[in-house]
């Protein structure tokens, strides 16, 4: 274990405090003529990070560049696969995760396994989101704990994303299995934890001994001119600088969408001028909007960003920052912290820096209460998911509904935003910490900078930061909208029609033409068809894809698609043999018996998917068979293949790997 003095190698430029034996605060010298820019870099002053609770003072310190430098092996966990990505790139590490611009073609079990055989690259530097660390795990094996230092970086936003990505809390369920000494988490923006083994880790503060200051200009508004005051900003933006891009971040999907659409309609920009940054499992919601980052450089001229992107990459060209808080909902008020992180993304610096926020509209606080108070709440919502099952499980009646009911409730604790419960790998309930942490900071958020208008004003000045403040009435008023489901339905209707015009393999390989910008969901549809209709008939299947396609809820489409695949798999083709050796038409199987089942084939193929429910377990099993429900023992009997009757013209020649993110998208 290295002590703080044996990782220092330039005293000449730190100062250090300490705290008793665990706790150490480093000052380093921000200018240095002898470094690349003449700013000091971690590199330059560290041979490795503190293990624990790394708290680094300002964003762009070189502390993940530090990670790869360090002599000794790591995975580095980052929140957004464009970041992972990105840093893989630049410093010749080992990806793993979905394709992006650096990384056109996922890493396959052969890469992964040559690159960590090979004897020529001594210390192996692996780079995953939080969604694919458990691949690296399962992978590694007990090797990970023991030959690997693990990082998770940007760990503030693990804490304020745990409530819509489940995987954060499993990130933290495998830092706990390395030794403290090969473990740090690192973050610019630190927020209090709750889980008691991380409040015990060690902790590292690092900064420089001058602090960035922030030029900034804020405006207040009423809650009901938020968007239009912030359209208003924009287009003065656009008047003042037309050359030059803007990056409005605004954790609210509908708003950008609002604001996005306003623009095109009313000062006439270009739809292919704005992108709205956002997660995949919003890109319905803007339509043809929609962009991923794809490098260092932001992808169109208005760009919209929501929560998804706001901590974890790095920008190198300047723009103009907007920043917009609202608090109607939680979820759309930006803290202090969050500020910072969002300005702290352009590494070369801001050409402006804009807040518009809008103030608590009735004023009250909420409900104060305590981490102690949190964590009770957990234990008694622990307890009693323990006790339905105890009881529903000595009922024949009700135990196979015990999984319905777990899951309506936990679905009921998230609407109502007190789910402090999760389920591990282990199937066992346990305390989300991470729920429980993001729960206390939006409370700070909304009590302390929010229901006072002058609050978050003095907060950034108290920051030591300028900032020039202004009540905005704006002209402009802009009303939330979504995208018009009709207008989903007729591009949809539009792409099936095109679809069922196109007689030859040209034509189809000609719908791949980027200028013909074909919305998101015609670009599922289109893939989807291409793979399928050599095999099956076209009418019936375009028939299904028009119907579940139109569907608020997108896993009918994934259904309908996964389904069609299985039934033109050939015969030993390995996944299909093994579901018919477990399933036989006929034969009758209890809930509970279908999820062994299930879990044999995933073990046997090694597959990457999760499943721990009964409910999910038959809900794969309808996928392939048309069942028929046994209501004298709540068992189902396997009638046949093929549910939804296509109408299969010949099976695949070669045999394929069956496609595991469509199963794992039927099971959400």
């Known amino acids: 274990m290295n002590s703080i003095e044996q990782i220092i190698q330039r005293k000449d430029l730190v100062s250090i405090s300490s705290i008793y034996s665990f706790r150490h605060s480093i000052l380093i010298k921000k200018y240095n003529p002898d470094s690349f820019n003449g700013i000091t870099r971690l590199g330059d002053v560290l041979t490795a990070l503190p293990h624990g609770l790394v708290y680094k003072e300002e964003t762009g310190m070189g502390a993940t560049t530090l990670e790869f430098q360090t002599p000794r092996n790591s995975i580095i966990v980052e929140p957004i696969k464009i970041t992972a990505s990105s840093k ?139 968007i239009g005051g912030a359209t208003e900003l924009i287009s003065s933006i656009l008047k003042k600088d037309p050359t030059n891009k803007i990056f409005v971040a605004y954790n609210s999907v509908s708003g950008c969408f609002s604001i996005a659409s306003y623009l095109t309609e009313k000062f006439n920009i270009p739809k292919k001028d704005i992108g709205i940054l956002c997660s995949t499992n919003s890109k319905e919601k803007v339509g043809d909007f929609f962009k991923e980052l794809e490098s260092e450089e932001l992808p169109t001229k208005i760009n919209f960003v929501t929560s998804a992107y706001f901590t974890g990459f790095d920008i190198i060209e300047k723009y103009h920052l907007l920043s917009i808080s609202g608090n109607r909902s939680k979820i759309h008020a930006l803290s202090d912290k969050r500020l910072k992180q969002i300005a702290g993304r352009g590494r070369t610096g801001l050409l402006s820096e804009t807040i518009i926020h809008d103030i608590v509209t009735d004023g009250k606080k909420s409900e104060v209460v305590t981490q102690e108070e949190l964590i009770e709440s957990a234990d008694v919502q622990i307890s009693s998911l323990k006790c339905i099952k105890k009881h529903f499980s000595k009922n024949a009646i009700l135990k196979s509904n015990y999984d319905d009911v777990n899951e309506r409730i936990l679905k009921v604790l998230d609407e109502k935003g007190k789910r402090f419960v999760r389920y591990s790998r282990t199937q066992d309930p346990q305390i989300a910490y991470l729920n429980i942490d993001a729960y206390i900071e939006n409370n700070r958020v909304r009590n302390e900078l929010y229901i006072d208008p002058k609050a978050l004003t003095n ?74 209709h050599k095999y099956i008939k076209t009418e019936r299947l375009l028939n299904l894809i028009e119907l579940t396609a139109d569907k608020r809820d997108s896993r009918e489409f994934d259904k309908l698609i996964t389904s069609a695949r299985f039934q033109i798999y050939p015969e030993g083709e390995i996944f299909k043999s093994r579901v018919l050796k477990y399933f036989k038409v006929g034969h009758k199987i209890q809930p509970k018996e279908i999820l062994k089942r299930w879990k044999l084939i995933i073990n046997e193929l090694n597959l990457t998917l999760t499943m721990t429910t009964d409910i999910q377990a038959v809900r794969l099993l309808n996928t392939f068979f048309v069942t028929r429900k046994i209501k004298s023992d709540a068992s189902y009997q396997i009638v046949r293949l093929n549910p939804y009757d296509f109408e299969v013209l010949s099976t695949m020649d070669e045999i394929e790997t069956v496609d595991e993110e469509n199963f794992m998208r039927n099971l959400k």
């Open 459 to 532: 907060k950034l000045i108290q920051d030591g930061h300028h900032v020039h403040v202004e009540i905005l009435i704006p002209e402009i008023r802009v009303e939330f909208k979504d995208v018009v489901k009709s207008d989903r339905s007729t591009k949809i209707k539009e792409i099936v029609e095109v679809l069922r015009n196109a007689q030859t393999e040209y034509e189809l390989r000609n719908l791949d033409d980027p200028d013909k910008n074909f919305s998101p969901i015609q670009i599922k549809i289109i893939d989807s068809f291409k793979k399928l």
């Open 88 to 226: 893989a790139f630049k410093h010749g590490a080992l990806y793993i995760g979905s394709p992006t611009k650096y990384h056109p073609v996922k890493a396959s079990v052969k890469e992964i396994t040559s690159y960590l055989n090979n004897k020529s690259i001594k210390f192996k530097k692996i780079v995953v989101v939080a969604d694919s660390l458990y691949k690296v795990i399962d992978k590694l094996k007990e090797t990970a704990f023991e030959d690997y230092f693990l990082l998770l970086d940007e760990i503030d936003s693990f804490q304020l994303d745990s409530t819509y990505r489940k995987s954060m809390e499993e990130c933290i369920d495998f830092y706990k299995l390395f030794k403290q000494e090969n473990r740090a988490l690192l973050s610019a923006t630190l927020i209090n934890f709750s889980d008691p083994v991380l409040m015990g880790e060690p902790k590292t503060t690092l900064k420089y001994d001058v602090p960035v200051v922030r030029e900034i200009n804020l405006f207040i508004t009423d809650s009901n001119k938020l």
